[in-house]
């Protein structure tokens, strides 16, 4: 079983930066395909970004050149690197395996509102 614990949301300007980080608990999350999702309210959850072992990244096309998925396997951590945000990007965010979720993996989330 993996806990997931996210951490690193905020309220920041149209424009600005926050660095997400997805703290995991046990010893399997270095041979996990990980990923960032998100849910704005009214919508449905959606893979924002993708990083597999072996480091290769995907991402979403609305933030393709804004985000940065990146994970640090000795320290069971997962991060996203968000800059320029846009009002749109509004929302929780989750991290989970990708790009399919483990339904019991589930965390709280973090929330993140890009607003002047």
């Known amino acids: 079983q993996v806990q997931l614990v996210e951490s690193g949301g905020g309220l920041v300007q149209p424009g600005g930066s926050l660095r997400l980080s997805c703290a995991a608990s046990g010893s399997i999350f270095r041979l996990l395909d990980m990923g960032w999702y998100r849910q704005a309210p009214g919508k449905q959850r959606e893979l924002v970004a993708g990083?597999?072992?072996?480091?290769?990244?995907n991402y979403l096309e609305s933030v393709k050149g804004r985000f940065t998925i990146s994970r640090d396997n000795a320290k069971n951590t997962l991060y996203l690197q968000m800059n320029n945000l846009k009002p749109e990007d509004t929302a929780v965010y989750y991290c989970?395996?990708?790009?399919?979720?483990?339904?019991?993996?589930w965390g709280q989330g973090t929330q993140v509102t890009v607003s002047s």
């Open positions: 990083i597999g072992v072996d480091g290769r990244t």
């Open positions: 989970n395996t990708g790009p399919t979720p483990v339904r019991g993996y």
